[in-house]
Nanobody, 127 residues
Framework: QVQLVESGGGLVQAGGSLRLSCAAS????????MGWFRQAPGKEREFVAA????????YCADSVKDRFTISRDNTKNTVYLQMNSLKPEDTAVYYC????????????????????WGQGTQVTVSS
């Protein structure tokens, strides 16, 4: 298991931007494919974005792909989620997740594939 700690959430007006960070405790961080998920009140946790071990492959949900960007810095054991043009419907608790994998280009959007989760960070977008 790897320990994950998210940060960067907050309150922002519609149209604004936030950058979430997720710091991992275990080295080598590059052994893990990473993902971001979110959960709004009364809704199921849903996939947002994922990135391969090296960062060379990324995948975003259709609802955010033109606005959000996932990236990682393996030297800092950190994965990021840059969120632009935020909308009220983006309001949720955002979680990062990690999956150990031997495959460099592996990415997944399946919640069940991830074994380690952070505690979440609240993002609130006001209209």
């Amino acid at each position: 298991q790897v320990q994950l700690v998210e940060s960067g959430g907050g309150l922002v007006q519609a149209g604004g931007s936030l950058r979430l960070s997720c710091a991992a405790s275990r080295r080598p961080f590059s052994n893990y494919a990473m993902g971001w998920f979110r959960q709004a009140p009364g809704k199921e946790r849903e996939f947002v974005a994922a990135i391969s071990r090296s960062g060379g492959i990324t995948y975003c949900a259709d609802s955010v792909k033109d606005r959000f960007t996932i990236s990682r810095d393996n030297t800092k054991n950190t994965v990021y989620l840059q969120m632009n043009s935020l909308k009220p419907e983006d309001t949720a608790v955002y979680y990062c997740a990690a999956k150990a994998t031997a495959y460099t280009d592996y990415v997944t959007q399946k919640l069940a594939d991830f074994r380690s989760w952070g505690q979440g960070t609240q993002v609130t977008v006001s209209s």
